[in-house]
Every structure is written in structure tokens, then in C-alpha cells.
């Protein structure tokens, strides 16, 4: 069974900086692209950076210029450099890994970690 574990969140001020690390374990073969959504309560999830395993990089437009993702592909991990944080980057960040082949699935698969909190105060 794949599992997508989050690691890095926390409480800092506003400006301050924090890395996530997702990493993914399980009978992988191998993982098209992971990313990092965030929600807050009464929100839509959205998309806050992606990457594939070619390294090409997506990143939402409030994020632009402050946050940074990169991966391991020998370790099936990701991260994100967050810098720069503004109160309203608060919110649970929750890890993706999409089209994940796995040793026992006949096509690839899609995979969520239980997401981290951070929370950025003013």
C-alpha cells in the first residue's frame, strides 16, 4: 500500500520561512508528478506548486517568487521551500503524488497524504 507521509509544518511569523517534505513508500516503480495543494476551512482545495519527474515546475501565482519545489526521485520524495510567508499562506498542505505506478496495480494511480498544518502568524 503506497503512503504519502508530510512532514515540516508548524507555526511561524509572518516572513518567516519553512520547508514540507512528503515522502512516498510503498511498491512504487514510479511517480509522474507531485505537488502540494493547501485548503483552508470553507474553501476549495487549490494547487500550490507541482513537479514532475522530469523537474518541470508549476507553481499558483500567490506563491510566485516565495516558494520553491523540488523532489528526489530516488527517494520518492518532495518538497517545498516556503519563504516570505504571509498570514493568508495558513491553511492544512496536503501532499499529491499523481500517476504513481505501483507493483500491484494494473494502471497508475493517484495518492494523498493527510496534510500538515501551517499556520503563519501577523
Known amino acids: 500500500q503506497v503512503q504519502l507521509v508530510e512532514s515540516g509544518g508548524g507555526l511561524v511569523q509572518a516572513g518567516g520561512s519553512l520547508r514540507l517534505s512528503c515522502a512516498a513508500s510503498?511498491?512504487?516503480?514510479?511517480?509522474?508528478?507531485m505537488g502540494w495543494y493547501r485548503q483552508v476551512p470553507g474553501k476549495q482545495r487549490e494547487l500550490v506548486a507541482s513537479?514532475?519527474?522530469?523537474?518541470?515546475?508549476r507553481y499558483a501565482d500567490s506563491v510566485k517568487g516565495r516558494f520553491t519545489i523540488s523532489r528526489d526521485n530516488a527517494k520518492n520524495t518532495v518538497y517545498l521551500q516556503m519563504n516570505s510567508l504571509k498570514p493568508e499562506d495558513t491553511a492544512v498542505y496536503y501532499c499529491?503524488?499523481?500517476?504513481?505506478?505501483?507493483?500491484?496495480?494494473?494502471?497508475?494511480?493517484?495518492?494523498w497524504g493527510k496534510g500538515i498544518l501551517v499556520a503563519v502568524s501577523s
Open positions: 499529491n503524488a499523481d500517476g504513481v505506478v505501483v507493483a500491484y496495480e494494473p494502471s497508475a494511480m493517484n495518492y
Open positions: 510503498g511498491s512504487i516503480f514510479s511517480i509522474n508528478v
Open positions: 513537479i514532475t519527474r522530469g523537474g518541470s515546475e
